[in-house]
């Protein structure tokens, strides 16, 4: 049984009770985090549901690679993950979030405005997770073109990625690459984010 799905530009994110991840769709930068990525004459494009996952721990499967390092993405794989239910999905225009049940957020893909929250640039081609929300739980996330937002339990807003038109809520134009509160909504109990085109609601 599914738990949960979502859809970006050509590519679609499916999580499954069991804690199954899968993705399937366009994957050239490294959206469906299955390892794939690159220009070439679109190999890594997924006609039917490829799993995203390394070993089976607990009954669970695992976020990301089985390996103990994967040195194209310089993402820690295989034991970081084991046993993590993905409970929620996000999906830009070519990235990707996901939430597990203990307040977790993995990103990969595209990143070229920071929106992975990685705090650089680079490209992932598997799920690596945001250390800059360690310590802080989350319930939210959602995901625009090139931005990201994600609610913690207590009802914070955080944002990054390209601040384009404001879109971050920081009260200016300027890109983050790691996730910020959103100072002017510190104050009041957030309960859901909604990423667009431009904007976030």
């Known amino acids: 049984r599914l738990s949960c799905v979502a859809a970006g530009c050509d590519y679609t994110l499916v999580a499954c009770e069991q804690g199954s991840l899968y993705a399937f769709g366009r994957g050239e930068e490294g959206q469906l985090g299955d390892g794939t990525h690159g220009k070439q004459r679109r190999p890594q494009d997924q006609i039917l549901p490829v799993r995203i996952g390394g070993n ?41 979030l996901a939430m597990t049940d203990d307040g977790r957020v993995y990103s990969w893909g595209a990143n070229n405005m920071g929106h992975l929250g990685q705090g650089d640039t680079q490209t992932r081609a598997f799920p690596s997770r945001i250390d800059a929300l360690v310590g802080t739980r989350v319930c939210r996330v959602a995901a625009g073109e090139y931005h990201s937002c994600a609610i913690s339990d207590s009802g914070q807003l955080f944002t990054w990625g390209s601040g384009l038109f404001g879109r971050l809520g920081h009260g200016d134009a300027a890109s983050r690459t790691y996730p910020k509160l959103v100072q002017a909504l510190a104050d009041q109990q957030v309960v859901s984010v909604s990423g667009g085109l431009w904007h976030t609601l």
């Open 56 to 96: 089976r721990v607990g009954g669970n499967r695992a976020i990301g690679s089985p390996t103990s390092r994967n040195r194209d993405s310089g993402s820690l794989e295989g034991e970081e993950y084991a046993g993590q239910l993905v409970v929620a999905l996000a999906a830009g225009c070519a990235h990707s």
